[in-house]
């Protein structure tokens, strides 16, 4: 499904998605403080729904804390209790701010055909508003589980505030390249990594939590160079973050881990419940390089 003009979805009308749904270049969907939007766990092909806003689309989902948006799936509680992640797909934006491969384009895994990336580092896809992001994570291409909430080349002048994903069978939110800023945002219960950062990712993230389940992964996994240039490095400035660990004592229970390409600011943290490494930073392929500030007294601007 294509959504090719400005479309609007209302608090008071019951919308299902059904399949992958496609916001294109030039449309802008607006939905209403209230809605909730439910998914079937199958388009019928053996793939999940997803809504996906294309490059130079734009999606405005500005909810209030007494009016969220929520995007959900159609089981009933009983069953999502039962088996309450990976029964629909995600939400995932796609930019033209810079990212880190070479050639200045990628497509998000099961997304071949839907670029991202580019040169406007103050692109604007929209804004994000008290959005709830439930229960997805389940394949939109074959074997490609995807995050809650994708910020796929995303730009400064998008707004992600007051935003949460749980309950997802992978990661909560990613951020693959871009400068999109992420403000009062939570992950929890995810059934792999709550905060991921990619190929190139340059914004920041404040008043950030993370409540790790038991089987959940890392609460940040951040990666950064596919272009082999220490310039495209990732520098993440994370500030004020909660991560309440699962005490799992497993290889991946970490709550925060950098691998290669990345740098960072990492400033404020609360990190509880952690078995083994607080912070881990390596060198696996000899290519992390950069500056770590952790726990200063600046906050990033």
Known sequence: MTITEVTYLFAGTDYTLTCQTFVKAGATLTIEA?????????DGAGLAPALVIEQGAMIMAEGTADAPITFTSVLTDAELAATPRGQW??????????ISTTGGTNFVEGLEGIPYGGSDAADNSGSLSYVRVW?????????????????????SATTVEYSEVAWNLDDGFEMFGGTVNLKY????????DAFDTDTGYQGTG???VVVRGPNSNRGHEMDG?????????SFPKFSTVTIVGNNSGSSEDESLRLREGTAGHFQNYMLVDQQRRGFRATNEDGNLDGTFVVNGSTPPS
């Open 34 to 42: 209230g809605t909730t939007i439910k998914s079937a766990p199958d």
């Open 89 to 98: 797909g995600g939400l995932i934006i796609n930019g033209y701010a810079p």
């Open 135 to 155: 229960h997805g994570g389940r394949s939109i291409g074959q074997d490609n589980e995807i995050n809650g909430i994708t910020l796929a080349g995303v730009g």
């Open 185 to 192: 945002c939570s992950v929890v219960n995810v059934g792999d």
């Open 206 to 208: 404040q008043f950030l």
């Open 225 to 233: 160079r596919n272009s082999g240039q220490a310039a495209d490095d």
